[in-house]
């Protein structure tokens, strides 16, 4: 039957299995599309505002590491999405919370947030 502006994008007698898959990938597409947006917004932030209060170059390349990472794994969390994949869905979203914003919080403030600094590499291991 072919499709039309009355006919509904989605039937209302779905299986709850397959409703869940939808609202589940739906929150994946999203989550992958904001961490996407906030990566360019972070990479911005450290190309232009950071350089204002931050001298050391190390520090600056690791921001942009930070924001580098996370967009490239929201492009892969939108794949994970579409493919319905719950697990790597989450593990992609731990992985970039842990890795990238560990290392914005290290960068912005080194003393602070020092014990941060084993979150890291925990984030990096879930991304893989």
Not at 114 to 127: H, M, S
Request: aromatic share 10%; glycine share 10%.
């Amino acid at each position: 039957m072919p499709s039309s502006e009355t006919t509904p994008l989605l039937t209302i007698n779905q299986p709850s299995s397959n409703r869940n898959h939808n609202k589940r990938s739906a929150m994946f597409w999203t989550l992958a599309c904001l961490y996407g947006a906030s990566a360019v917004g972070f990479g911005a932030f450290g190309a232009h505002g950071l350089k204002k209060t931050i001298s050391d170059p190390a520090r600056l390349a690791n921001f942009a590491t930070a924001a580098h990472y996370q967009l490239v794994h929201s492009a892969a969390l939108l794949f994970a999405a579409q493919a319905g994949n719950p697990v790597s869905g989450v593990l992609f979203t731990a992985g970039m919370t842990m890795f990238s914003g560990s290392i914005y919080a290290l960068v912005l403030d080194p003393a602070r947030f020092r014990f941060l600094g084993p979150v890291t590499p925990l984030g990096g291991l879930c991304r893989a």
